[in-house]
Structure formats: structure tokens, C-alpha cells
């Protein structure tokens, strides 16, 4: 609904903002009118990527085997403390 694409308008922006990324408002409508989000998570996946390219894909885990694949926007166990 209404809501849902507000709150996917709201995540745009603030992700443009946050990223300084610059493209086409009209690209921006395909995003905020996808019902199901499938356009904005891949944005937000582009994203990631890309920071994760940036920092040199450091961060992963020492336990985590060479052979299997992270997911570098999930911090190991963030919810204990260090």
C-alpha cells in the first residue's frame, strides 16, 4: 500500500543520503512502487557489496571456512558483548 512504498521512499532517501548515491529520481519509482521490495533489496544488496568491496572484504570471521560464502552485513554474534 501507500504506507509500505512511504517507508520505501523514506529508506531510499536515506540511503542516498548515507551513500551519496546519485541517480535519476525517475529511477527511483520503479523501487518505490515494487510491492514486494525485490528492487529495493537489490539495491540495498548493491550497496553492501560495494562497502564491502571497499573495506576489503575484512570482517569475516576466523571460524568461518574459506570454502563457504558471508554474508558481510551481519556482524558476528552482535549480540554479545565484547
Request: no cysteine.
Given at each position: 500500500?501507500t504506507?509500505?512504498?512511504?517507508?520505501?521512499?523514506a529508506?531510499?532517501r536515506?540511503?542516498r543520503a548515507?551513500?551519496?548515491?546519485?541517480?535519476?529520481?525517475?529511477?527511483?519509482?520503479p523501487?518505490?512502487?515494487?510491492?514486494?521490495?525485490?528492487?529495493l533489496?537489490?539495491?540495498l544488496?548493491?550497496?553492501r557489496?560495494?562497502a564491502?568491496?571497499a573495506?576489503?572484504?575484512g570482517g569475516?570471521?576466523p571460524?568461518?571456512?574459506?570454502c563457504?560464502g558471508?554474508?558481510?552485513?551481519?556482524?558476528?554474534?552482535?549480540?554479545?558483548e565484547?
Open positions: 500500500g504506507s509500505r512504498a512511504s517507508t520505501r521512499a529508506i531510499l536515506s540511503l548515507a551513500a551519496r548515491l546519485e541517480f535519476d529520481l525517475e529511477l527511483a519509482a523501487i518505490v512502487q515494487d510491492a514486494e521490495g525485490d528492487h533489496d537489490a539495491v544488496s548493491a550497496v557489496a560495494a564491502a568491496w573495506q576489503g572484504f569475516v570471521p571460524n568461518v571456512p574459506r563457504e558471508w554474508i558481510h552485513s551481519i556482524p558476528e554474534e552482535p549480540w554479545r565484547r
